[in-house]
């Protein structure tokens, strides 16, 4: 890089942060600003234009790379189990390089329309012995069976991102799974527990990551989130989204209990008095509670996370993003209770966010991808409830 310093842009739906190092990982700047859902690529790329312009003044120099974390409702995870047999016993570590290129290769023949974001080695078994950590180059053998997860976006997605970048004169060195980066960050807060699973309710889609110990062992992104609780009480109740978000927002701290049971009507009535609409504020729990609870179930119930909730220890939930606050401080009555053995709400703040991307490009950044962007010239159960409230 020319410059003395790595700018890591945390992309979300909502939200557009950035953070500036120098080279010795110490903080120059961090900002953030908002962004709508309906903007269009020139709305979005003058945002981004503002926010380094600012950025710029501040540091007193000229920003051209960066590195971005991002998800979609679209984000998909490819499992791979990768095996190669040598006539002799080879440094497992020297193939590494190698072997991840072949199974890259696999996924660009299979999916031909996706870009790979995220290359994840999540186990090794060299002969018959399994290792989950980074190897040393001590460890040799002659057989090898490499278990990889591949994180791909879409390629229009990944081009209307480049584009989105390049028109504000931006050159992305890597893009990076923003839930899945963070989540691997934040486990070092955990580290007394064995088994984790990360829950993010985002925008459009919510997604789900479970490790056990060090290894990950599951990854599942669901259409699904925190805007269709919006559209949900915006149908339900007939007003605009902008009211429907900001009623949403009002539980975020509330410590409420939410029930499919009807609570006595006389409380709670603040919705209505700030608001100025009727509305009945125990079917709105009912209305937040069915959608968070098909969320889980999407995530939860599905087959193979199944297979891993039953199989290891129960492990702690962590819930992350700017969706998930609505389950910080309310209490939820869901049908399913879940086995988890304890709850936590993870409250993250831009410079954490972003201090994650860093630290997985600076850790990975001889191992990622060459599907990393290259420089160019700058230039069921719920749809029941909500028919019947619906009507």
């Given at each position: 890089?020319?410059?003395?310093?790595?700018?890591?842009?945390?992309?979300?739906?909502?939200?557009?942060?950035?953070?500036?190092?120098?080279?010795?990982?110490?903080?120059?700047?961090?900002?953030?600003?908002?962004?709508?859902?309906?903007?269009?690529?020139?709305?979005?790329?003058?945002?981004?234009?503002?926010?380094?312009?600012?950025?710029?003044?501040?540091?007193?120099?000229?920003?051209?790379?960066?590195?971005?974390?991002?998800?979609?409702?679209?984000?998909?995870?490819?499992?791979?189990?990768?095996?190669?047999?040598?006539?002799?016993?080879?440094?497992?570590?020297?193939?590494?390089?190698?072997?991840?290129?072949?199974?890259?290769?696999?996924?660009?023949?299979?999916?031909?329309?996706?870009?790979?974001?995220?290359?994840?080695?999540?186990?090794?078994?060299?002969?018959?012995?399994?290792?989950?950590?980074?190897?040393?180059?001590?460890?040799?053998?002659?057989?090898?069976?490499?278990?990889?997860?591949?994180?791909?976006?879409?390629?229009?997605?990944?081009?209307?991102?480049?584009?989105?970048?390049?028109?504000?004169n931006l050159n992305i060195l890597n893009l990076f799974s923003g839930t899945f980066v963070r989540s691997s960050f934040y486990r070092k807060k955990f580290k007394n527990y064995n088994s984790l699973y990360f829950l993010e309710i985002g925008w459009e889609r919510s997604t789900l990551i479970f490790f056990n110990k060090n290894t990950i062992e599951y990854i599942?992104?669901?259409?699904?989130?925190?805007?269709?609780?919006?559209?949900?009480?915006?149908?339900?109740?007939?007003?605009?989204?902008?009211?429907?978000?900001?009623i949403k927002e009002i539980f975020h701290s509330s410590e409420e209990e939410f029930s499919y049971e009807f609570n006595d009507r006389k409380k709670n009535l603040s919705i209505k008095n700030l608001m100025g609409h009727e509305i009945?504020?125990?079917?709105?729990?009912?209305?937040?509670?069915?959608?968070?609870?098909?969320?889980?179930?999407?995530?939860?119930?599905?087959?193979?996370?199944?297979?891993?909730?039953?199989?290891?220890?129960?492990?702690?939930?962590?819930?992350?993003?700017?969706?998930?606050?609505?389950?910080?401080?309310?209490?939820?009555?869901?049908?399913?209770?879940?086995?988890?053995?304890?709850?936590?709400?993870?409250?993250?703040?831009?410079?954490?966010?972003?201090?994650?991307?860093?630290?997985?490009?600076?850790?990975?950044?001889?191992?990622?991808?060459?599907?990393?962007?290259?420089?160019?010239?700058?230039?069921?159960?719920?749809?029941?409830?909500?028919?019947?409230?619906?009507?």
């Open positions: 890089m020319k410059n003395n310093f790595l700018s890591i842009i945390d992309y979300g739906s909502k939200k557009i942060r950035l953070t500036i190092y120098d080279n010795n990982r110490n903080l120059l700047y961090s900002s953030y600003t908002e962004q709508a859902d309906q903007e269009n690529i020139e709305e979005r790329s003058k945002k981004i234009v503002k926010i380094i312009k600012n950025a710029e003044k501040k540091i007193s120099s000229h920003i051209e790379n960066c590195i971005v974390l991002l998800d979609d409702p679209e984000l998909l995870s490819i499992d791979i189990s990768f095996k190669k047999n040598y006539d002799k016993e080879v440094i497992i570590k020297d193939q590494m390089s190698s072997l991840n290129l072949e199974a890259e290769q696999q996924v660009k023949d299979n999916y031909s329309n996706f870009n790979i974001v995220n290359s994840i080695i999540s186990k090794y078994r060299i002969n018959d012995t399994y290792f989950v950590d980074i190897l040393d180059d001590k460890v040799t053998g002659d057989r090898l069976v490499l278990d990889f997860k591949f994180l791909c976006l879409p390629t229009s997605k990944y081009n209307y991102i480049k584009d989105v970048f390049n028109k504000s599942k992104n669901i259409k699904i989130g925190g805007n269709h609780i919006t559209k949900d009480i915006s149908k339900i109740f007939k007003i605009n989204l902008q009211e429907s978000e900001k009945d504020t125990d079917m709105l729990k009912q209305v937040v509670l069915a959608r968070i609870q098909e969320i889980l179930n999407f995530c939860f119930k599905e087959t193979q996370a199944k297979y891993f909730i039953n199989k290891f220890e129960k492990g702690i939930l962590v819930l992350i993003g700017e969706g998930s606050k609505i389950l910080s401080k309310n209490s939820f009555d869901f049908e399913d209770k879940y086995s988890f053995s304890e709850i936590i709400s993870y409250t993250e703040e831009t410079d954490e966010i972003c201090e994650a991307g860093l630290e997985y490009y600076l850790n990975n950044k001889n191992n990622i991808s060459k599907n990393s962007l290259k420089k160019t010239k700058k230039t069921g159960l719920f749809e029941k409830f909500f028919n019947l409230f619906s009507n």
